[in-house]
């Protein structure tokens, strides 16, 4: 084939032709965004509540963010980590000071796994560190949960409690227990002489929208106390506003009566916007009695860990902007609000097809009933999974959902979005699920 034939390809075509098939994609192309909107390369509008998977935090090409890379990308783009950067070091303080609300430090990388492979570094440091008052044993195992999610590096699917991303990449980095997702009894018989942390989501995303109960945390803090290790939290698709708050297990633990802070967390998606950053936080707690005893904070020292594009001048001044922006609207309230309208509204309609509603906020999840799915002669010619063929149904009415496992979809609009456009993808999916129930 010539090049005048190459270029005449369309995006189907090429994407087969070029790219590896990683990826499970739907049929459709989008070439515009604007707020709640998407447009496909037909012209078909979309009214996304996908948002790349929590990660338009202010919906598509937000004016803040578009200011932001214009303003920064003509000043100064990429400097390296072995100097000083001013943008970088004032999201930290942001971070310190306005989200985590307590002393401590930050390390900016470039997405979600990143950030939990550098919490995966800091529990293994942290534990060589402390080994000395541990009877000399160097801790490394890390305690997460069955149906969590860590990311698809080596690290992060060996911290992944899900064996379906594990499948064809042994052997897996050694040190990781699963537990079942709030089962305290089980949390407590897995943490062991080389535990060094326990890692979970406040609300599990991929693993189908679960929520961390004030009990498991209350045991994880008590396991903390009794053995000297680390708690993290993975907030990456849960935090910055996405719950209602803006760290999720502030939302999860409301009147639970439980007093908990975590030691460290990540997070990435929707902290850029769209603009691809990821961080972790790590507080002062010494790691030893001592009055000079060095801090968590300070473990990763010079050369134990880095990011050659972590924290960029660009991507430190956009995710300031989205941040800033993020708490000049609270826009947690308009999340806790709106996501508090939607689970009245869907258990208003005692539909046969939705068996449960899951989630804070706007991290929704509708568990579809599988029994009732399988009477449709469609979904059942289609060779999907329920949530999957769901979705498919829901895009092509013009709402774009995202799966949760076999059969949750889930809704993860942007933290900014209106009234009218949750009553929009309201009436879509009650349309779209009345027409699936026959």
């Known amino acids: 084939m ?31 965004g604007e707020g709640a909107w998407l447009w496909d390369e037909t012209g078909k509008r979309y009214l996304d509540f996908g948002m790349g998977i929590a990660v338009c935090s202010l919906g598509h090409c937000h004016p803040v963010i578009r200011r932001a890379l214009s303003e920064q990308g003509g000043k100064l783009i990429h400097c390296s ?62 305690v997460t949960c069955v149906n969590s999610f860590h990311g698809r590096t080596l690290g992060g699917i060996a911290a992944t409690g899900q064996e379906k991303v594990k499948t064809g990449f042994d052997p897996a980095l050694p040190g990781f227990t699963h537990v079942p997702f709030n089962d305290c009894g089980a ?6 002489p080389r535990t060094a942390a326990i890692l979970f989501e406040a609300v599990q995303g991929e693993g ?24 993290m939290m993975d907030e990456v698709q849960c935090g910055l506003g996405r719950t209602g708050d803006w760290c999720g297990w502030e939302t999860a633990l409301r009147g639970g009566g439980v007093d908990f802070a ?31 005893a060095p801090r968590l904070c300070e473990v990763l020292g010079p050369g134990t860990h880095g990011s050659t594009f972590g924290g960029t001048p660009l991507a430190s001044a956009v995710g300031l ?23 009245e509204a869907v258990r208003g309609w005692r539909h ?21 799915i399988a009477e449709n002669a469609d979904f059942r010619a289609s060779g999907r999974t329920p949530a999957a063929h769901v979705v498919t149904k829901l895009m092509e009415a013009g709402l774009i959902a995202v799966p949760a496992g076999q059969r949750v979809v ?23 699920l009345d027409a699936l129930a026959g």
Not at 209 to 226: G, K, M, N, Q, W
Not at 265 to 280: L, M, Q, T
Not at 410 to 432: K, M, T, Y
Request: aromatic residues 8%.
């Open 2 to 32: 010539n090049a005048a034939n190459e270029s005449e390809l369309d995006t189907a075509e090429m994407t087969s032709r070029y790219l590896m098939g990683n990826y499970g994609r739907f049929p459709v192309a989008f070439s515009r």
């Open 81 to 142: 980590n072995l100097y000083r950067v001013r943008e970088q070091a004032e999201l930290a303080r942001f971070v310190v000071e306005k989200v985590m609300r307590r002393p401590g430090r930050v390390f900016f990388c470039n997405s979600g796994a990143e950030a939990n492979d550098a919490l995966i570094k800091l529990a293994r440091k942290f534990g060589h560190d402390t080994a000395g008052a541990n009877d000399g044993v160097a801790r490394h195992e890390i």
């Open 187 to 192: 949390l407590r018989a897995a943490v062991g």
């Open 208 to 231: 189908g929208i679960h929520v961390a109960s004030p009990e498991f945390f209350r045991t994880a803090d008590e396991l903390r106390r009794e053995h000297n290790l680390l708690v």
């Open 262 to 292: 975590p030691d460290a967390v990540s997070w990435a998606k929707g902290f850029g916007g769209g603009f691809p950053i990821g961080a972790i936080w790590a507080g002062e707690r010494p790691l030893s009695g001592e009055p000079d």
């Open 321 to 343: 902007a989205v941040l800033e922006e993020i708490a000049r609207g609270e826009l947690w309230r308009n999340a806790e609000r709106l996501g508090r309208d939607i689970r």
């Open 352 to 372: 046969p097809l939705v068996a449960e509603l899951r989630g804070l906020g706007l991290m929704v999840g509708f568990v579809l009933d599988e029994s009732r």
């Open 410 to 432: 889930r809704w993860l609009p942007a933290l900014n979005v209106s009234d009218d456009e949750v009553g929009e993808a309201l009436a879509i999916q009650r349309r779209v």
